[in-house]
């Protein structure tokens, strides 16, 4: 039975053998994976601080060209109210041309009725002084008549 003992030792000392071995294997593949994980972090840290410096020149560019357009866009608002002026001061002139043409075209009514007027009497002086001449004539053909 002591030699039981002794090949039972023999099988535990190969068995944590076995087992130191292969605990051994497993750490050298977690420090293999660890290392590229160490590497893979650098190499991200590299590129965060990259893209970190990219974004603060991008920040840098949009607000340069933030203040550049809102300094545009101050200048056009100035554009933009010298046209409103040339509008209203179109629709001001073109009020007063309505106001002309309107006072024209009433004093226009008012005297035409008074050139109507005129011409009625005009007529009527006419047919008075034709019929005067027609009178005149008659007289004088009359006396004529009787002259002889």
Known sequence: MEWLMYVSLAIIAVAFAVLVF?????????KQTMDNLSETVDG???QV?????????LLHKTNKL??????KSDS???????AKDLGDSFQ????????VSE???????????QVGQAVKWGNLAMEFWSKYKKKKAETA???????E
């Open 92 to 99: 001001s002139m073109n009020r007063s041309v309505q106001k």
């Open 76 to 82: 056009l608002n100035s554009v933009f109210d010298a």
């Open 44 to 46: 991200m840290q590299s």
């Open 141 to 147: 053909a009359a006396e004529q008549t009787k002259g």
């Open 49 to 57: 601080d990259d893209i970190s410096k990219e974004s603060t020149q």
């Open 103 to 113: 006072s024209i075209s009433v004093q226009a009514e008012e005297r035409s009725e």
């Open 66 to 71: 933030a203040d550049d357009l809102q300094h």
């Open 22 to 30: 292969y605990i051994i294997q497993t750490l050298q593949a977690m």
